[in-house]
């Protein structure tokens, strides 16, 4: 079966070169009919072809859905072993600074407390000079101007875009 494309090619030649034929009077009554019947399998075609398209996304939908789930199962398994690591990591921690020890031999790994490098602590950013500060765009907030256009307001350099349009299926 020939491709949604090739479809959609032949049934607007053939329909452009009907209709065009129709206004022209070029076209006999039985031709007219062979014509038309063609224009309805394609039409019929492009049907089918629609049809299997929205089955297959209906089965895309579906496994998309299954790999959601089983994300959010395994990121909550993955944080629950997070967790669980900066738990033990803690533990051993506190054990080492409780008893002050400083290394240890542990089988097959050796355990030692290191001393972090060098970190900074901002407790009042206004008190920072600018040479420190990293400037940023401006964010725009496309939802409320969304609204504000919506609602009739002028806003220059916005405009409100009515005619796209997307696939709906039911």
């Known amino acids: 079966m020939p491709s949604l494309y090739?479809?959609?090619?032949?049934?607007?030649f053939l329909s452009e070169y009907l209709e065009t034929a129709l206004e022209n009077d070029e076209i006999a009554?039985?031709?007219?009919?062979?014509?038309?019947n063609t224009?309805?399998?394609?039409?019929?075609?492009?049907?089918n072809k629609c049809e299997n398209i929205v089955k297959f996304m209906r089965n895309l939908e579906g496994s998309i859905e299954a790999f959601k789930v089983e994300e959010q199962r395994f990121s909550k398994k993955r944080k629950y072993m997070e967790n669980k690591q900066e738990r033990l990591k803690g533990l051993l921690h506190e054990?080492?600074?409780s008893n002050n020890i400083e290394k240890m031999n542990a089988g097959v790994f050796k355990v030692k407390l290191q001393v972090n490098p060098p970190s900074i602590n901002?407790?009042?950013?206004?008190?920072?000079?600018?040479?420190?500060?990293?400037?940023?765009e401006p964010k725009i907030d496309s939802k409320a101007l969304l609204k504000d256009v919506k609602n009739g307001l002028e806003i220059d350099g916005a405009t409100l875009v009515t005619d796209k349009k997307h696939i709906r299926i039911s």
Do not use: H
């Open 95 to 97: 054990f080492l600074e």
């Open 122 to 136: 901002v407790y009042d950013p206004t008190k920072i000079p600018d040479t420190y500060k990293i400037a940023q």
């Open 39 to 47: 224009l309805e399998a394609l039409e019929d075609g492009i049907e």
């Open 6 to 12: 090739k479809l959609s090619e032949d049934y607007k």
């Open 29 to 36: 009554e039985d031709d007219f009919e062979m014509y038309k």
